[in-house]
């Protein structure tokens, strides 16, 4: 009698797995599961969200693209009301781009130059660039990452490797402007060696929304802050570089137009001041920090009434011996003086709280005479 096999272990589990209690109720419960019913009112609602999305999103790109189109008009009326004033501003190529989150403005060889002023400003860039959000339009940034070339008329040129800043137009008027230059580099024409360059130059400009109506009013604010300040020759004992050269100004009074020695004795006329908001040199050991006021005398040259400290003024005085600009007994007074004068400073080295004076010509350190002052050329 043939002998049978018995099954596999595996159709034995298999077919102990199918009569498992826990298996058993489980298929018990989806036979008895009722079938899950068609939820029209939660499509409808998917689809309406859906369709709101794209009608936004369809309306803001219609506005975006409306936008851009008048702000590229708009660059283009500047230009042209800008040549009825004398001012020239040209580019090879205009193009608004940066949808959906920017405005941004490309320009291509980008130059601007004011044949109506007297000095006549230039300004070229290769590649210059200003862009603002659709809901924040009234801030910009701009860019100039191929560098930018101002030239002066007859005073000078100041250039650099990239350039980068921001704009910020107020509701009623006026404008604060921000400008940061990496590896500043700038001429004067009338030095013979006017040669010097800055490894990072920040500006600052502040632009009131009115004009001022009298010499108590400001008419422009401004700010410079320059950093390795490379100079054309350094007094004895003091490094090539400046650390740090830092002021902040505010004009007060209305500037007229006109020629310049007109335009500032006019200015003067009317009681125009400048306020020295404040003043820092950092320079090796010297280090200075001041505040005050500064005007023109009758001659158009400076007059101005400082006050702040000093620490590190040997290095002053040796230098201006060193130079010829101060003989060796007035050194020597000087230093006496200065000395009797200081008082230990937060690092503990001697600081001097006095005032600095430019009058007569003359520049004064206390009662330390410390030289004759430069001349305004007009």
């Keep these: 009698m043939p002998s049978v096999s018995a099954p596999p272990a595996s159709s034995r589990s298999l077919a102990q797995s199918r009569h498992h209690p826990r298996l058993r109720r489980r298929r018990q419960a989806l036979a008895g599961a009722a079938p899950r019913r068609y939820n029209p009112a939660m499509r409808r609602r998917i689809g309406l969200i859906v369709a709101i999305l794209v009608i936004v999103a369809a309306a803001y790109s219609g506005f975006w693209w409306i936008a851009a189109g008048r702000i590229a008009d708009g660059v283009a009326a500047w230009a042209a009301e800008a040549k009825a004033d004398g001012l020239a501003v040209t580019w090879r190529d205009l193009r608004v781009a940066g949808y959906p989150l920017w405005f941004r403005v490309e320009l291509a ?54 350039a980068a800043g921001a704009v910020s137009v107020g509701e009623e008027g006026g404008a604060a402007v921000w400008l940061d230059l990496a590896d500043a580099q700038a001429e004067a024409a009338a030095a013979a060696d006017g040669h010097v360059a800055a490894r990072t130059a920040d500006f600052w400009a502040i632009v009131p929304a009115r004009p001022p109506a009298g010499h108590d009013q400001p008419d422009l604010g401004v700010a410079v802050d320059l950093r390795g300040l490379s100079v054309p020759e350094a007094p004895p004992g003091f490094a090539p570089a400046i650390d740090e050269l830092a002021l902040g100004a505010t004009v007060m009074g209305p500037i007229p137009a006109g020629v310049p020695r007109r335009a500032a004795a006019a200015w003067r006329d009317a009681g125009g001041t400048v306020e020295l908001d404040h003043f820092r040199l950092v320079w090796g050991g010297l280090k200075v920090a001041a505040s005050g006021t500064l005007a023109l005398d009758q001659d158009l040259q400076p007059i101005a009434a400082f006050s702040g400290t000093v620490s590190g003024f040997d290095a002053v005085i040796a230098a201006l011996v060193a130079s010829g600009r101060m003989s060796e007994s007035d050194g020597r007074l000087a230093r006496l003086g200065l000395s009797l004068l200081a008082k230990p400073g937060p690092d503990g080295k001697p600081e001097l709280a006095s005032s600095l004076t430019v009058q007569n010509g003359e520049i004064y350190l206390g009662p330390a005479k410390l030289g004759p002052a430069p001349r305004l050329v007009w």
């Design 109 to 162: 060889d980008f130059a601007l130059d004011d044949a109506a002023s007297p000095l006549r400003p230039e300004l070229r860039a290769a590649s210059l660039s200003a862009r603002a959000h659709p809901w924040a339009y009234r801030d910009w940034t701009i860019a100039a990452p191929q560098g930018i070339e101002a030239r002066l008329g007859g005073v000078g040129r100041l250039g650099a490797a990239t």
